[in-house]
């Protein structure tokens, strides 16, 4: 992964766009902790569109955010993240206990995260 963002660097620095996309999309296909990638993300500007499942996974995540994450996300991130997360315990309660928890198939409480994440990163990344 450490090759692939010294590429992203000097890609970057240079503005060869070609080989940002490039060293974008290898780092895209790798297995990087979602907070790591979307402060990657954020630090080179690069297509949002590819950190849903990202945010999907932070969503689905059942213990708190950390404050190592929220610096790591950015206010702006958190606060979105923290919302989805917020909207998705209100639609199928709370992973931790079966009293609040909602009858919800994996699959279905994945494309609620989902459709969440899409509404809020979406929505607020218009204005």
């Given at each position: 992964?450490?090759?692939y963002?010294s590429?992203?660097k000097?890609?970057?620095?240079?503005?060869?766009?070609?080989?940002?996309?490039?060293?974008?999309n290898e780092?895209?296909?790798?297995?990087?902790?979602?907070?790591?990638k979307?402060?990657?993300?954020?630090?080179?500007?690069l297509?949002p569109?590819?950190?849903?499942?990202?945010?999907?996974?932070?969503?689905?995540?059942?213990?708190?955010?950390?404050?190592s994450?929220?610096v790591s996300?950015?206010?702006?991130?958190?606060?979105?993240?923290?919302?989805?997360?917020?909207?998705?315990?209100?639609?199928?309660g709370?992973?931790?206990?079966?009293?609040?928890?909602?009858?919800?198939?994996?699959?279905?409480?994945?494309?609620?995260a989902?459709?969440?994440?899409?509404g809020?990163?979406?929505?607020?990344?218009?204005?």
């Amino acid at each position: 992964m450490e090759d692939y963002l010294s590429v992203l660097k000097l890609a970057t620095g240079f503005q060869m766009e070609t080989i940002r996309k490039l060293a974008m999309n290898e780092l895209d296909r790798l297995p990087i902790d979602p907070v790591r990638k979307i402060a990657i993300w954020e630090e080179y500007q690069l297509d949002p569109e590819l950190l849903k499942d990202a945010y999907v996974t932070l969503c689905l995540r059942p213990d708190p955010l950390t404050m190592s994450m929220a610096v790591s996300l950015g206010i702006k991130n958190f606060t979105k993240l923290t919302a989805c997360r917020d909207y998705y315990r209100q639609k199928v309660g709370c992973s931790s206990c079966d009293t609040c928890r909602k009858n919800v198939t994996r699959a279905e409480s994945e494309r609620i995260a989902k459709d969440i994440v899409a509404g809020v990163f979406t929505k607020s990344s218009k204005h």
